[in-house]
């Protein structure tokens, strides 16, 4: 019975497995997903909603402001420098 639980909140949440956030730029929302190590000069898969893929970004720079914390990546594919507002709590 436990494992049933345990299986149904696991499925039923899934924010627990990702990180949600915004590119106010590209007005996008994207998604970080459990795994990825999001640290200055690694690189890092993103789901970007507006396209509808995962896109690989190297990430730049992490600092927290105030409830987000902004991650500046460059996208691996366009070369493009994006600024992901992500959720803090």
């Known amino acids: 019975m436990r494992v049933y639980i345990a299986l149904a909140f696991l499925l039923a949440s899934p924010c627990a497995l990702s ?3 915004y590119d106010y730029e590209k007005g996008a929302f994207v998604e970080i997903q459990k795994g990825n ?8 898969e993103v789901f970007d909603y507006d396209k509808g893929e995962f896109i690989e970004v190297d990430v730049q720079s992490i ?3 105030g409830r987000s914390v902004t991650v500046e ?5 366009t070369g493009e420098d994006r600024t992901l507002e ?3 709590d």
């Open 86 to 88: 992500m959720d803090a």
């Open 19 to 21: 990180w949600d956030g």
């Open 63 to 65: 600092r927290r402001t």
């Open 73 to 77: 990546v460059i996208d691996s594919e």
């Open 37 to 44: 190590k999001v640290r200055a000069g690694e690189e890092i």
